[in-house]
């Protein structure tokens, strides 16, 4: 079952922000916190490959429990060098259910993050997100 891991995920990250954003789209993409792609190589229980966002990315390390419902730990370690040199996000997820009479489903993890490093005047440590990855075909 980890080998559904492999590959690569089209990441999105929100802010848990509670009130409803009714029809303002703006309000509603104001939520997201990060766009990217997950790329996973899987050999056995540990994790390893990139999340990319067009102009930086990290490099990922990490471990998988497939035990029901499988479970991810990844440490997102920026890249020295580059715009995300000493960053560090930390990913916690699951693979969401599948339905045994699902429509097209599409394999998702769902999960949070969360900034362990400070990087910049706005971007403090301890900030959280969650997150949906969705496999690509």
Do not use: C
């Amino acid at each position: 079952m980890p080998n559904i891991l492999n590959g690569k995920w089209t990441y999105r990250s929100f802010f848990n922000d509670p009130a409803f954003v009714g029809d303002d789209k703006q309000k509603a993409l104001d939520l997201i916190f990060a766009e990217a792609t997950f790329t996973f190589e899987i050999s056995g229980t540990e994790l390893k490959g990139i999340i990319d966002w067009g102009s930086g990315g990290l490099d990922l390390k990490g471990t998988v429990s497939s035990a029901a419902p499988l479970t991810v730990k990844i440490i997102g370690l920026g890249r020295p060098g580059t715009q995300t040199d000493g960053w560090r996000y930390d990913y916690h997820g699951n693979l969401a259910h599948e339905w045994p009479n699902a429509v097209k489903q599409v394999p998702a993890l769902v999960g949070t993050v969360i900034r362990v490093n400070a990087h910049g005047p706005g971007a403090p440590a301890g900030v959280t997100a969650s997150f949906i990855a969705v496999k690509q075909s």
